[in-house]
């Protein structure tokens, strides 16, 4: 049974257009993560929800905005993407409460903007 | 400014023998990290953590040692099995209040039969 879920994982598409990767995790955690990891291999947060409340927002373009309809899920949307969104996506999850536990990722999503 | 520094891109070493990664961060307050282990198109999976409170963890081939006072931690796996051939990230728990988690660049070991 797969822990962390993410889909798409390739995500092929224009500039300009407006897309969604869901990330579904079945680990019973009540905190999710979005990071990107860059062309230059680093990994970087951007978003974290914890209970669907927000508790991270890192200096992350207003283009993208992560929805969290409960807390096994925690999508995230692009408007007008750009090139420079090309990347891969990860999701992940931990339980709250006690950050000094693991996070646990999805495969990743792999996004190129063409 | 990057907090956490991997600074060796790439390691390759003969199956059987040592292979240490090493880690670099800069902020004095962190009191957690973890290593995570990848594989191509896969996620990121925990490997071994280490609270600020110890200089050592061990779980089988896998050894963290913390140095603090050098803000230097490293990860031994011993013996070395081609199938540890994977990129390593070192990472640090920013906030635990949040989670954030800083991550470094990442090590690629490479493990030859």
């Known amino acids: 049974d797969t822990a962390v879920s993410q889909t798409p994982k390739y995500l092929v598409t224009q500039m300009g257009n407006d897309k969604s990767i869901k990330c579904e995790q079945n680990l019973g955690h009540d905190t999710m993560y979005w990071y990107k990891q860059d062309s230059k291999k680093f990994l970087k947060i951007m978003f974290s929800?914890?209970?669907?409340?927000?508790?991270i927002n890192e200096t992350v373009p207003n283009r993208f905005s992560p929805k969290s309809p409960d807390k096994a899920h925690l999508n995230l949307h692009i408007n007008s993407l750009e090139l420079g969104d090309s990347a891969v996506y990860f999701c992940?999850?931990?339980?709250?409460?006690?950050?000094?536990?693991?996070?646990?990722f999805g495969d990743g999503t792999r996004l190129s903007i063409l | 400014d990057q907090q956490v520094k991997q600074n060796s891109p790439s390691l390759s070493v003969q199956e059987g023998r040592i292979s240490i990664l090493n880690c670099d961060y800069t902020n004095s307050m962190f009191d957690y990290f973890l290593w995570y282990k990848k594989y191509p198109a896969e996620g990121p999976t925990f490997l071994i953590s280490?609270?600020?409170?110890?200089d050592k963890n061990e779980d089988g081939r896998f050894t963290v040692f913390l140095n603090k006072s050098a803000k230097h931690l490293s990860l031994h796996i011993v013996p070395s099995q081609p199938g540890d051939s994977a990129v390593y990230f070192c990472?640090?728990?920013?906030?635990?209040?949040?989670?954030?988690?800083?991550f470094g660049q990442g090590t690629t070991l490479q493990v030859k039969p």
């Open positions: 929800y914890n209970n669907k409340e927000l508790i």
């Open positions: 990472a640090a728990l920013e906030s635990s209040n949040t989670g954030k988690l800083i």
């Open positions: 280490i609270s600020s409170i110890k």
């Open positions: 992940a999850s931990s339980q709250g409460g006690n950050f000094y536990q693991p996070q646990h």
